[in-house]
């Protein structure tokens, strides 16, 4: 069975009894999850379900999720399972079935929709735990009997095997895992599924979500039941292709021989041949979903990680000999492979192809010179007879090769030795120079996020009315004084809460003639929660005024319109790989993260910056409509990375610019957003570029006060009128007094080559005499190191014979030495280079150079004539 058979027969089969099929989560979890980096496992998008945040579309679901991981990375490669991309069948249940149906349903679709042998499949059962105070799961244990697997396959384990836990605290439960018995052949008799064997191999899970743990380690039942259960679809499709690994599957199995067309060697060649076409083709894969999922290679977090894998795949790509650049081809056969069940690869091919093409480029132009580095570590190593490597020469590595550390240790471990972590990471620190900090919520800390989420949850939700007016006359719901001001739940509220890169509205609640100031506005889901300042008494039950600050709301508004055409301009301008990578969208101004690998130019500005003008001139209508996921994917609707969407969303659509999901507040019209000026841009993180910008009165106010710059710079130049043609003339004029002044150094320069031609000295006995000049060149001169070379090369002009010429000047504090021989000089085995490496030390220096010409700077001009006497003697030694 092939594994889009596999897909769709596993949801066919939960369609059929009732599920609501979902599509994938992105593997960029919500920016409101922020435990994790990327999504590491089939339920997590489901979290704010199974924690009571929100409310699941349907109370039955099923999906194929998108997973990556890097826990075992160093073990992609070795074995015949672990990879670090990988999809996830899954089925869910919130408060509606529970083991009575789920056991059933695994064991009816393993034999009748997989047809698996049912002699063959064995399951644990959770075995009990006294210090959870909990027995075996009868109730599973019964149920599995009743199903028809006989006592003797069924294996009550503790609770390290199947008992789930999200973490030391929160909802768990016991879980049942079915396993196929693959055979004397992989181990031997009397094994067991839970032994540590290849014999018995798992395929799925199904976990009893029931208790809630405590923190001291008590249980308590979970007023709603739940089911979650995770089958990986590439160890199912081994199984039902009767593959010896996932690497040959139908859906990877094709990677591998692209490697082997490649390369010209063959998978089955084993050891680090097969190796490394394993991490070859798992890495290309997971790449190619990770960026399409908005990810680009950095040295963060998960652009780290993207960065890490298509490294580690080029590098081992490099062991098979593959000729660059074939990274992109391999990103391509993944987009061939799983294009029809995750189109955002077919939406983002160019995107990949960019990012990939990148990332070889730059990385293979130091592979080859950090591997020479890396394997005279080794050899070091071994001389000295040390498993030691030093932090250091593994930051080199690092910071000057692009050697990811995990790379690098993972090539060390290979030959047996280790790294000092904690010297790479002090190094790390330092150049960073600033602490690395863990991810928090968008108000401060996890707990009071869980304070005002448990505030909220225990009254109705709010309606946002904030789309149609920014005044409501509405019911205070809830009240809880906190910390000296007071968490406020109203009916309705027409205050925005932060989402999207937006601020949340600030403004007033109205009780009588007393007035609360709004400082802050919670999002939680669909649902919201006000902070205002304490000072006035406020009670449930009671009548309010909710007004939203109109100028903040309006220029907020002005500012993520502009936005939305600035994102669409670069695009235009850039290209479509440009894809928006974070924003924050203020009053004041606005601030626009997007994926891209270099600098704009100030023409790519400018052009950027006159396209969103257009636009704003055009006056485009702006259109919002809530419409099904699916329609607005359809429509070409663009989705902000890390943001998480329902079923049902908001398009924004701006008139033949763009369309968005976007959540935010908008002007109706371009133009009243007035005009756009970008006030700044530069990098955010590794390919990813910030642009700042401003629009309506802000604009306007540096409008004019550049014009009042301008007048006054106008009147410093004497024409207030037209400055620029004042500015012209002063330029005219300064070039004028820069040509004289040149020319009166050129003929000082003269001067003084005539009086040191004039010193000129023969050296060396018999044949051609050598003429020699060492002098140091007068402070009055006023001699910089360019003027002193321009002397010395006058000087040897005027020689016109075999000649030496070291002269020496001070520069603002410090000595510069300049030496030139002649050619004929050079063949008598005179060196310029020579010369100033021996005297360059005197005046506390150093330089070089060629045999015809060499510079050298110091810190102590007071020893000029000290080095210029040892450079003629330096002449005289060499001349015999």
């Known amino acids: 069975m092939r594994a889009k058979e596999i897909r769709d027969t596993y949801l066919s089969f939960f369609a059929e009894r009732g599920h609501k099929i979902v599509p994938s989560a992105s593997l960029v979890p919500s920016v409101h999850d922020p435990s994790v980096l990327l999504t590491t496992a089939g339920m997590q998008p489901f979290k ?15 999906d194929v999720q998108k997973c990556f991981r890097t826990t075992d990375i160093e073990e992609v490669g070795n074995t015949a399972r672990h990879m670090t991309f990988f999809e996830m069948l899954g089925n869910w249940s919130f408060g509606d079935y529970f083991k009575a149906e789920s056991i059933p349903w695994g064991w009816e679709l393993s034999t009748q929709g997989f047809g698996m042998d049912p002699e063959r499949i064995w399951v644990t059962v959770f075995g009990g735990d006294e210090e959870l105070g909990l027995g075996p799961d009868e109730e599973a244990i019964e149920i599995w009997r009743a199903t028809g697997v006989p006592e003797e396959r069924i294996v009550r384990l503790g609770r390290e095997d199947n008992f789930w836990q999200a973490g030391p605290s929160g909802p768990c439960g016991p879980c049942s895992e079915l396993y196929l018995d693959r055979g004397i052949e992989f181990g031997e008799e009397g094994e067991r599924p ?15 979500m029931s208790y809630d743990l405590a923190e001291d380690g008590s249980l308590t039942e979970l007023p709603m039941k739940n089911i979650d259960t995770g089958m990986g679809l590439d160890r199912m499709a081994a199984v039902l292709q009767d593959v010896p690994s996932v690497f040959e599957t139908d859906h990877v199995r094709p990677l591998i021989e692209l490697a082997e067309e490649l390369s010209g060697r063959r998978y089955s060649e084993g050891g680090a041949v097969t190796r490394a076409m394993r991490i070859v083709a798992d890495h290309s894969r997971g790449a190619a979903f990770l960026i399409a999922d908005g990810v680009v290679p950095s040295n963060e977090d998960r652009g780290y990680i993207l960065r890490r894998i298509m490294r580690r795949a080029i590098q081992q790509g490099n062991t098979l000999g593959l000729e660059a650049p074939w990274l992109g081809q391999f990103a391509e056969r993944a987009i061939e492979l799983m294009g029809d069940a995750y189109a955002e690869l077919v939406a983002e091919r160019e995107t990949i192809e960019r990012w990939v093409g990148d990332e070889e480029e730059s990385f293979g132009r130091t592979l080859e010179r950090g591997s020479e580095l890396l394997e005279r ?23 000057t090769y692009g050697f990811p550390y995990d790379l690098t240790k993972e090539l060390l471990a290979e030959r047996g030795l280790s790294v000092d972590d904690q010297g790479f990471q002090e190094l790390m620190e330092e150049q960073r120079q600033r602490a690395r900090m863990g991810a928090a919520t968008a108000h401060g800390s996890e707990n009071t996020h869980e304070r005002v989420a448990a505030f909220a949850a225990a009254a109705p939700p709010t309606r946002f009315v904030g789309y149609e007016t920014l005044r409501a006359t509405t019911g205070l719901a809830a009240v809880e004084p906190v910390n000296g001001k007071a968490l406020v739940k109203l009916e309705e509220s027409p205050f925005y809460a932060e989402g999207g890169g937006q601020v949340a509205d600030s403004g007033v609640l109205r009780v009588g003639g007393a007035e609360a100031r709004v400082v802050d506005v919670y999002r939680l889901g669909e649902d919201q929660a006000l902070e205002v300042e304490a000072g006035t008494q406020i009670e449930p039950g009671v009548a309010v005024e909710a007004e939203v600050d109109h100028e903040a709301r309006f220029a907020t508004m002005r500012n993520h319109t502009a936005t939305h055409l600035l994102h669409a301009a670069l695009r235009e301008r850039l290209g479509t790989h440009v894809r928006q990578a974070g924003s924050a969208v203020r009053p004041d101004k606005l601030r626009f993260d997007f994926t891209h690998g270099q600098a704009l130019s100030t023409e790519e500005l400018r052009e950027v910056e006159d396209r969103v003008n257009e636009w704003i001139k055009a006056s485009r209508p702006v259109r919002w409509m809530n419409m099904n996921r699916e329609e607005a994917e359809r429509l070409g609707a663009m989705a902000l990375f890390g943001e998480k969407y329902g079923e049902w969303v908001r398009v924004v659509e701006v ?13 109706a019209n371009t133009g009243e957003v007035g005009i756009f000026k970008i006030t700044a841009e530069g990098s955010s993180a590794a390919n990813v570029r910030r642009v700042e910008a401003i629009t309506g009165p802000a604009a306007i106010d540096h409008f004019r006060e550049r014009e009042a710059q301008l007048r006054e710079a106008g009147e410093a130049l004497g024409n207030p009128q037209d400055p620029v043609a004042a500015a012209h003339r002063a330029a005219e004029r300064l070039k004028e007094a820069n040509a004289g002044a040149e020319k009166a150094q050129r003929e000082q320069l003269g001067g003084v080559a005539d009086e040191l031609t004039a010193k000129a000295q023969e050296v060396g006995a018999g044949g051609a005499p050598l003429w020699v000049v060492t002098d140091e060149v007068h402070r009055s001169l006023q001699a910089n190191p360019k003027q002193l070379l321009d002397l010395a090369n006058r000087l040897q002009s005027k020689l016109e014979r075999p000649s030496a010429v070291v002269l020496g000047s001070e520069f603002g504090g410090k000595a510069g030495l300049v030496a030139l021989v002649s050619k004929d000089a050079v063949e008598r085995g005179l060196s310029a280079g020579s010369i ?3 005297i360059a030390p005197i005046v506390g220096g150093g330089g070089g150079g060629r045999d015809d010409m060499a510079q050298a700077g110091g810190k102590d001009p007071s020893k000029l ?16």
């Not at 008139?655 to 002007?667: F, I, K, N, P, Q």
């Open 48 to 62: 704010p379900y199974f924690l009571g945040r929100e409310q699941p579309p349907a109370p039955r679901l099923a």
């Open 836 to 838: 100033i490496r021996e």
């Open 865 to 880: 004539d000290e080095a210029l006497t040892a450079a003629r003697a330096a002449v005289e030694r060499e001349l015999g």
């Open 194 to 208: 839970g032994d540590d064997t290849d014999r018995f191999l798992e395929f799925w899970n199904h976990v009893f």
């Open 377 to 399: 570590l080794v050899a070091e190593a071994g001389r000295q007879g040390t498993s030691w490597i030093d932090a250091a020469d593994v930051f080199k590595l690092h910071d």
């Open 655 to 667: 008139d033949a610019v763009s369309r968005e999901l976007c959540g935010g507040t908008h002007v």
